[in-house]
């Protein structure tokens, strides 16, 4: 089973203020990484599928950064509203496999 | 509506009988998964299918059998449901070639073994 780990577990967040947190997977067989949003009661829903090394990818004030090469990649919120509260999933899929490995996700709280 | 269900969406059983979660999507995708999520173990994969006839094992199959006799729907069939099975169940489903696109979410099914 790949490892694949989001940090931190849990983060509160000013609304106004940017945040951003980390999903690091394995740095070699790398074929695609997936970030997802779920809040709760819902299902979750993909915000962006990353593919290239130094992919930067932008979705209103959401954006991510992906480094292949020593296996992280960055989600940044700015300027957090309360309906950015939300889990947010990472999600690896290595090369010559079809299995998609997700990370324990963060889970962000927007107080207003 | 493009959209992915499942049912039903909660189910309380008891160890030992056989149950069936549908899930069924009309996007025409070819890739098809199950997951559970568990606190704090996020989300596991547990079958997938990359077309009709083509199933494989996710990270935790034990205890679970699916089919993809269509390409639209992708059952999981608990043969004989054990407390360790409770939990929440995501179908989803993408396109599939490439291996870039994005997973589709059912609306999930809870479900819980006495």
């Known amino acids: 089973i790949l490892n694949v780990e989001q940090s931190p577990q849990s983060l509160h967040v000013q609304e106004g203020d940017s945040t951003n947190f980390t999903c690091s997977f394995p740095s070699s067989n790398f074929y695609a990484l997936h970030w997802y949003r779920w809040e709760t009661a819902k299902s979750p829903e993909a915000l962006f599928v990353m593919t290239l090394n130094g992919d930067e990818k932008k979705k209103g004030r959401i954006s991510a950064t992906l480094n292949t090469k020593e296996g992280y990649s960055y989600l940044y919120i700015k300027g957090s509203q309360p309906e950015d509260s939300a889990t947010y999933l990472c999600a690896f899929r290595e090369a010559a496999g079809n299995k998609l490995t997700f990370g324990g996700g963060t889970r962000v709280l927007v107080k207003p | ?114």
């Open chain 2, 1 to 114: 509506e493009a959209q992915v269900t499942q049912n039903p969406r909660y189910l309380i059983t008891v160890t030992g009988k056989k149950l069936t979660v549908t899930c069924s999507q009309n996007m025409n995708h070819e890739y098809m998964s199950w997951y559970r999520q568990d606190p704090g173990l996020g989300l596991r994969q547990i079958y997938y299918s990359m077309n009709v006839e083509v199933t494989d094992k996710g990270d935790v199959p034990e205890g679970y059998k699916v089919s993809r006799k269509e390409k639209r729907n992708f059952p999981l069939i608990l043969e004989s449901p054990s407390p360790n099975q409770t939990s929440l169940y995501f179908c989803a489903s993408s396109l599939f070639g490439e291996g870039y696109n994005e997973q589709f979410f059912g609306p999930g099914t809870r479900l819980t073994v006495l």
